[in-house]
């Protein structure tokens, strides 16, 4: 099992941009691709960006492409997301998760881990 925990949500005003941090621990040999996914108030969770750890592919939901880049420090066992021009509709608790496959695919609960989650609030 791969322990996840992120960090970095906040309050931020639209326009702003904000990075995202998951520390993964435990069993990291078994990580082949990670994830960030948000669920906003009375919504289901919703897939933002998947990387492969080692591959480098990436995978963008399209209400982020060219705004959200997911990026891996290897040496660290950190996953982050970058997030530009933030908009209000962003707002959500955004979660990170991880799964021994190689395509595990965009539902959130096809990953075997997942974290507590992060506060992200983007104020008009």
């Known amino acids: 099992q791969v322990q996840l925990a992120e960090s970095g949500g906040r309050l931020v005003q639209a326009g702003d941009s904000l990075t995202l941090s998951c520390e993964a621990s435990?069993?990291?040999?078994?990580?082949?691709?990670v994830a960030w996914f948000r669920q906003a108030p009375g919504k289901e969770h919703e897939f933002v960006a998947a990387r492969t750890w080692w591959g480098g592919t990436e995978d963008y939901a399209d209400s982020v492409n060219g705004r959200f880049a997911i990026s891996i420090d290897d040496a660290k066992n950190m996953v982050y997301l970058q997030m530009n021009t933030l908009k209000p509709e962003d707002t959500a608790v955004y979660y990170c998760?991880?799964?021994?496959?190689?395509?595990?695919?965009?539902?959130?609960?096809?990953?075997?881990?997942r974290g507590q989650g992060t506060q992200v609030t983007v104020s008009s």
């Open positions: 998760a991880a799964s021994p496959k190689a395509h595990p695919g965009r539902i959130f609960s096809g990953y075997d881990d």
């Open positions: 435990g069993r990291s040999v078994g990580l082949s691709t």
